[in-house]
């Protein structure tokens, strides 16, 4: 099945010829599909998250089924509306599928976004996945109404890229002027760390860097390197043996009505493409891009700082703050943010033990 990438017209031209060469090879094969998807997202096709998993996913699926579903993806938010609204576009059924940023929506997630949580995600992205998939239906579920999650994950974690100030300690970081990761959770963070927020969007990250109207940014490597982070930054701040200041939660979403009203059959397609195997292949994937991005820092010329020692310990109280702090928010909508992460902790650990 033709997939379309965007509506603009030159893309839609583009589109059309391809589509006429597929038909013109595979004739009536072509039209074979009993169920045609539209899948949504707010990101470009050389994105990180179309290639390594919306695409790859979607040709899993049509093959599966034998061809009797076609996904039609349209990235670049090319069916309309804005990215804050894909999540309402799935749970209404405006759209089929949609992958997106919880971010987008703070405080939508509030028991899902335990997981992004510093120091709870160490284990690795692929272990943290899978324990998001494990307690799904037990401690998830209720933020999902109207929806069918196919994976709920996160990516390897953020690390402080810094434009002209060295950082190698905790002291450094006062009076710094940071972008966070998002609200909520990086805000917390980056404030925990003694650091300003920045109340200005940056679009041009690098540039911003590099002139130094930003000390620095917390986010992922591998976004990092394609908004081209990496290449402006003079350091890269982690905590010994890799490990990361918090990480972004993400969602890949079906309308629950659309998925009850597929056949028996064309349910187990998508069931056996979700969950916990899915869960735990992008974790690897997406720690493999990290790895891929912070190579590529390092052979840039930038200085990878590792903390280690009396500053790591330092740096972990302050942010054992942000736990506290995010339990306290939770707590005043009902939630008992305790027992989340008593509970995120024990499956995370869970399934680190399961993958080695």
Same mark, same amino acid.
């Given at each position: ?10 893309? =839609? ?7 006429? #060469? ?14 045609? #998807? ?12 179309? &290639? !390594? ?9 049509? &093959?599966?089924?034998? +061809? ?15 990215? %804050?609204?894909?999540? @309402? &576009? ?25 997981? %992004?949580?510093? !120091? #709870? ?6 272990? %943290? ?11 998830? &579920? ?13 990516? *390897?974690?953020?690390?402080? !890229? ?5 950082? @190698? ?10 972008? *966070? *990761?998002?609200?909520? $959770? ?10 300003? *927020? %920045? ?5 041009? =990250? ?5 002139? +130094?109207? =930003? ?7 591998? =976004? ?6 990496t290449g402006a930054a003079k350091s890269v701040v982690l905590f010994g043996d890799g490990r990361h200041f918090g990480t972004s939660l993400y969602l890949f979403l079906m309308n629950r009505e659309r998925y009850q009203a597929l056949p028996a059959d ?16 992008? +974790? ?7 790895? @891929? ?7 840039? +010329?930038?200085? $990878?700082?590792? #903390? ?39 499956? $995370? ?8």
């Open positions: 099945m033709i997939r379309c990438r965007d509506l603009s017209p030159f893309r =839609l031209a583009r589109f059309a010829a391809s589509a006429a #060469l597929t038909y013109a090879l595979l004739g009536a094969a072509a039209f074979a599909a009993e169920v045609t #998807l539209r899948l949504h997202h707010f990101l470009g096709p050389e994105s990180i998250a179309h &290639q !390594l998993l919306i695409e790859p996913w979607a040709a899993r699926i049509e &093959q599966a089924s034998g +061809g009797r579903i076609a996904i039609e993806i349209h990235p670049e938010m090319g069916l309309g509306g804005k990215a %804050t609204e894909l999540v @309402d &576009q799935a749970r209404d059924g405006t759209v089929d599928i949609v992958w997106t940023a919880a971010a987008y929506t703070p405080g939508a997630f509030p028991r899902a976004e335990v997981f %992004t949580l510093p !120091l #709870l995600h160490e284990k690795g992205a692929a272990a %943290t996945n899978r324990a998001i998939a494990a307690v799904m239906e037990s401690e998830l &579920q209720a933020e999902f109404a109207g929806l069918h999650p196919l994976l709920v994950h996160v990516h *390897p974690g953020h690390a402080l !890229l810094l434009g002209n100030t060295p950082v @190698d300690g905790l002291d450094d970081l006062s009076g710094l002027t940071l972008r *966070p *990761p998002g609200r909520g $959770i990086g805000l917390f963070t980056v404030e925990a760390l003694g650091a300003a *927020p %920045t109340k200005k969007r940056h679009p041009r =990250l690098g540039r911003a860097l590099e002139r +130094g109207d =930003l000390d620095g940014v917390l986010m992922s490597l591998e =976004l990092a390197r394609s908004l081209g982070v064309l349910k187990s397609v998508i069931d056996d493409n979700s969950g916990l195997a899915l869960a735990a292949e992008m +974790g690897r994937a997406w720690e493999a891009a990290g790895a @891929d991005a912070l190579a590529e820092a390092r052979a840039g +010329g930038a200085a $990878i700082v590792m #903390l280690t020692g009396a500053e790591e310990d330092r740096i972990r109280a302050a942010l054992e703050a942000v736990i506290a702090r995010w339990k306290t928010a939770v707590t005043e909508k009902g939630i008992d943010g305790a027992a989340l992460v008593a509970a995120a902790r024990a499956a $995370i650990a869970r399934h680190a033990e399961a993958a080695d």
